[in-house]
């Protein structure tokens, strides 16, 4: 006997205020290099997290250029990854309160990461965006882009992260 899958689309998951506090909390916070980077969350839904570090001093990775370091170019993606699997994860168990959701955090870890650096990393700030390609039971795969204040495409990511 074969079952009749159903046409209604699911309801879209909106995440409770202490369950997106407690997301940037934990990477704007609690993660210390993050706190570093200057790595501020400005949007968070199950399908598209966003983020913005403003350029200053400490980021220069070529003084002649005021150029950001390769390594805020490519740590900027993988955080960004991070938040967008932990935001998947929290969509998948919204029948579990918040705080047992960001709980779900300490499992997270980066697998692997791959970064295409496009342009050089001169802007006064970069917006990162991240979103889960898939969620499986014990690996995530996610895509990343990294963009200057003008809104141009500096650099590409893909990673994969352990959910369990």
Do not use: W
């Not at 170019?73 to 955080?79: L, R, V, Y």
């Not at 889960?132 to 690996?139: A, D, N, P, Q, T």
């Amino acid at each position: 006997m074969t079952r009749a899958r159903s046409t209604t689309p699911a309801a879209p998951v909106e995440f409770e205020p202490e369950f997106v506090d407690g997301l940037k909390k934990i990477f704007e916070e609690m993660i210390v290099f993050n706190q570093f980077l200057g790595l501020k969350v400005t949007s968070v839904t199950p399908e598209r997290v966003s983020a913005r570090i403003v350029m200053r001093p400490a980021l220069v990775g070529h003084y002649g250029y005021n150029r950001a370091h390769g390594g805020v170019i490519s740590a900027g993606p993988d955080n960004i990854g991070a938040l967008a699997v932990m935001a998947a994860l929290g969509a998948r168990h919204m029948d579990e309160p918040p705080a047992q959701r960001l709980h779900r955090f300490a499992k997270v870890g980066t697998v692997d990461l791959r970064v295409d650096y496009l342009r050089q990393g001169i802007s006064e700030y970069f917006d990162l965006h991240g979103q889960v390609m898939r969620l499986g039971s014990r690996v995530a795969s996610t895509r990343m882009e990294f963009y200057g204040a003008d809104g141009q495409l500096m650099s590409t990511g893909a990673a994969a992260y352990m959910v369990s």
